[in-house]
């Protein structure tokens, strides 16, 4: 079965800084789907960006953008010019193209702290 | 266009009772997830449905059911409710069945129990 793991469950960063949020995860799959989602206190998760494994290329989405390393099993996030509306809980997911069952495996979450 | 929507907002009951929870996906999607995140966790699976189909169920009793409707709305049904059910139970929708596509949540449903 896949896992997916977060091992920071809270990181704080200045305002303007940058920030990088780490994920792993576990598969005996060649082909799926990584997303990282953001969960303000309003409680609406957000797909903030998404990287298909057979892509070597990096998902870049403005200041959001992932460092995928296939062989390591690593998918981490990384905020430049972190501002105070990014502060929320950031889930890291997985989902695979080979099952029929499609559902998300997510890790437990971290708690980003934006400070002014 | 409107978002996936989810009602109610907010749920108590006690133990042993049943409740109901309603998704209205976003227009023109006919995928429709449901997930229960408790508290400080991520999500977890629970359901999906696609065309009226269930394509995918969790880890989770039989005390847990759902349906989608002809219009793609959906329900989640649990029965004999106890503490642990306490939860906020999130509905998703995509466009179609394809893994690529990603899912788009509700701002979820907060179920209390006493």
Same mark, same amino acid.
């Given at each position: *079965? ?8 809270? +990181? ?10 780490? @994920? ?20 609406? +998760? ?17 200041? $959001? ?6 062989? *390591?099993?690593? $998918? ?12 929320? +809980?950031?889930?890291?997911?997985? =989902? ?11 890790? *437990? ?8 | ?13 006690? =133990? ?5 929870? =309603? @998704? ?42 759902? =349906?989608? $409707? ?20 999130? @509905? ?23």
């Amino acid at each position: *079965a896949q896992t997916v793991t977060q091992s920071q469950p809270e +990181m704080s960063v200045q305002e303007a800084e940058t920030v990088t949020l780490s @994920c792993t995860y576990d598969t005996s799959e060649s082909d799926y789907y990584l997303f990282w989602y953001k969960q303000p206190p309003s409680r609406q +998760m957000i797909l903030v960006i998404r990287q298909e494994a057979y892509k070597q290329q990096n998902a870049t989405e403005n200041r $959001f953008s992932v460092n995928f390393q296939k062989a *390591a099993k690593s $998918f981490s996030l990384k905020i430049s010019d972190s501002q105070l509306g990014d502060a929320a +809980m950031y889930f890291c997911a997985y =989902r695979s193209a080979m099952d029929s069952n499609y559902q998300l495996i997510w890790g *437990a979450g971290t708690k980003l702290i934006i400070k002014p | 266009d409107a978002g996936v929507t989810q009602s109610p907002t907010h749920l108590i009951k006690t =133990r042993g009772q049943q409740v109901t929870l =309603r @998704c209205s996906p976003i227009s023109g999607h006919k995928s429709v997830s449901w997930y229960q995140q408790v508290l400080g966790q991520g999500p977890q699976f629970i359901f999906q449905y696609y065309e009226k189909e269930e394509r995918g169920r969790g880890n989770f009793p039989d005390r847990f059911s759902a =349906r989608q $409707f002809p219009n793609y709305s959906s329900e989640l049904n649990v029965n004999a409710l106890l503490l642990g059910d306490s939860a906020l139970y999130l @509905c998703a929708s995509s466009l179609d069945d394809i893994p690529s596509q990603p899912q788009h949540f509700g701002d979820g449903t907060r179920l209390s129990i006493l």
